[in-house]
T-cell receptor, first 113, second 111 residues
Framework: GAGVSQSPRYKVAKRGQDVALRCDPI?????LFWYQQALGQGPEFLTY????????KSGLPSDRFFAERPEGSVSTLKIQRTQQEDSAVYLC???????????FGPGTRLTVT | DAKTTQPPSMDCAEGRAANLPCNHS???????VYWYRQIHSQGPQYIIH???NNETNEMASLIITEDRKSSTLILPHATLRDTAVYYC????????????FGQGTRLTINP
């Protein structure tokens, strides 16, 4: 079946621009996670949804970062007024509620110039 | 969640077993050991997990010491496609919980 998909795969933004990154989880997966991965580092947790409810946003680095999942399926991560330090790969993962395994998408590579 | 320690890099010859160590000396009794890997330009991929007993699946084997303070991921017959960064993660509960990644081990399989 289809895995987790993310779009766009690559995004170049000028400093100060707003960006929106999309995640399509596996159909029926209740939980959805966003992670940020800087170059040469492991992924770092940003936020977590269970259905449409955002249950944990403790990893969002600033109030410029906003995530939503209004209908409990597709999710969008929005970054306002992008800064150079926002350059990273943004990974989305989904999971059935009671499984151990998180399924990751290929990520969106954001470059802020 | 408990912190893990892994060597930053390892090499292994193609066709040989790759043994990747992980220390998790502060692991609690209800924490699981998970392994994920990340091939270049892809998202992480789940490999295997365990609590106390050794585990095996089609991808790998996981050996956990009796005191649970360390574990070893074994890829029995490594191929070039196994070249990746391997992450050992300790997590408190089953179910939908965030993963806390460290630096991982960069495994290179050589022809």
């Amino acid at each position: 079946g289809a895995g987790v998909s993310q779009s766009p795969r690559y995004k170049v933004a000028k400093r100060g621009q707003d960006v929106a990154l999309r995640c399509d989880p596996i159909s029926g997966h209740v939980s959805l996670f966003w992670y940020q991965q800087a170059l040469g580092q492991g992924p770092e947790f940003l936020t977590y949804f269970q259905n449409e409810a955002q249950l944990d946003k403790s990893g969002l680095p600033s109030d410029r970062f906003f995530a939503e999942r209004p209908e409990g399926s597709v999710s969008t991560l929005k970054i306002q007024r992008t800064q150079q330090e926002d350059s990273a790969v943004y990974l989305c993962a989904s999971t059935r509620e009671v499984t151990h395994e998180q399924y990751f998408g290929p990520g969106t590579r954001l470059t802020v110039t | 969640d408990a912190k893990t320690t892994q060597p930053p890099s390892m090499d292994c010859a193609e066709g040989r077993a790759a043994n990747l160590p992980c220390n998790h000396s502060t692991i609690s009794g209800n924490e699981y050991v998970y392994w994920y890997r990340q091939i270049h330009s892809q998202g992480p991929q789940y490999i295997i997990h365990g609590l106390k007993n050794n585990e095996t699946n089609e991808m790998a084997s996981l050996i956990i010491t009796e005191d649970r303070k360390s574990s070893t991921l074994i890829l029995p017959h490594a191929t070039l496609r196994d070249t990746a960064v391997y992450y050992c993660i300790v997590r408190r509960e089953q179910g939908a919980q965030k993963l806390v990644f460290g630096q991982g081990t960069r495994l290179t399989i050589n022809p």
